[in-house]
């Protein structure tokens, strides 16, 4: 079977996605693309899906949501924007000279938009999790406009130079401590890669995981992907019995 019939037919992702990864460049060649874009579409769907079923049931909760809104990046979801393939064009064109934009991050932009779960303290100063870290990625409209600008090419061009990287990075979303409104790290951030990938690592975040892996981990968590670790003691039961079960697994 193609790796997109498994993948319906309900085997593992991760087991799934591990084979493509170990293709390297030659996921994008003319035997083997189709059937890998055919299964990122269907993840990409799938991570859309449980967004708004998340989205839904806390809104139900009042959740405290921001909702004085500047930029895209600001609003809980976005769709993806009219001009999409447009805006990937300049992201690619912006980052040129340090690699290329992972092939699920531009997937992502495409099939899902944009999110941003993170708790508004401004609205509601006593968060309902402590140290969940909500879902954010940041809106590709935001993202180019801030890559397009000297200073993320300067810095880029710093860090690489002081050995402080091993490649340059796109930043997509603030840290879990720096989300609670605590001072924390560096942003997550996924990475530029010298030839073609399928996908990247997520980096900063503690998972120490892939793009795509890490959307599976905050799947598995309803949208939260420190909810469940025991020290914070959140209460989180009700909330997973009543998402959970709708979730698709990606």
């Known amino acids: 079977m193609t790796f997109y019939e498994r993948y319906i ?3 593992d992702g991760k087991a ?21 874009n055919n299964v990122l579409t269907e993840t990409f769907n799938r991570v859309a899906f449980n967004l708004e079923i ?3 049931e806390l809104k139900r909760r009042n959740y405290a949501f921001k909702i004085d809104f500047e930029t895209n990046s600001d609003k809980p979801l976005v769709k993806p924007l009219s001009n999409t393939d447009s805006m990937l064009k300049q992201l690619d064109d912006a980052v040129k000279d340090f ?3 992972p092939y699920s991050l531009q997937m992502f932009y495409k099939i899902v938009g944009a999110c941003n779960f993170a708790w508004n303290y401004e ?3 006593e968060l309902l999790w402590q140290r969940a870290d909500p879902i954010q990625i940041c809106s590709l409209d935001d993202l180019v406009a801030y890559v397009s600008e000297g200073d993320w090419k300067d810095y880029q061009n710093e860090i690489l130079a002081e050995g402080n990287a091993e490649s340059a990075e796109l930043e997509l979303a603030a840290d879990y401590l720096h ?3 605590i001072s924390g790290g560096p942003p997550y951030s996924i990475m530029l890669s010298k030839e073609k990938c399928i ?3 997520f980096l900063n975040e503690s998972h120490e995981t892939s793009f795509i892996n890490y959307l599976r981990i905050c799947m598995q968590n309803c949208g939260f992907s420190k909810i469940a670790v025991p020290e914070y003691g959140n209460d989180y039961a ?4 009543r998402v959970k079960p709708q979730l698709k697994k990606i």
């Open 54 to 56: 998340i989205f839904s």
């Open 9 to 11: 037919k309900g085997e």
């Open 16 to 36: 799934i996605y591990s084979e493509i990864y170990d293709l390297n460049t030659e996921a994008f060649s003319e035997k083997y693309f189709g059937d890998i």
């Open 199 to 201: 996908d990247a690592t």
């Open 99 to 101: 690699g290329h934009v």
């Open 238 to 241: 009700d909330f997973f019995a």
């Open 123 to 125: 609205r509601k100063p």
């Open 179 to 181: 989300k609670d409104n």
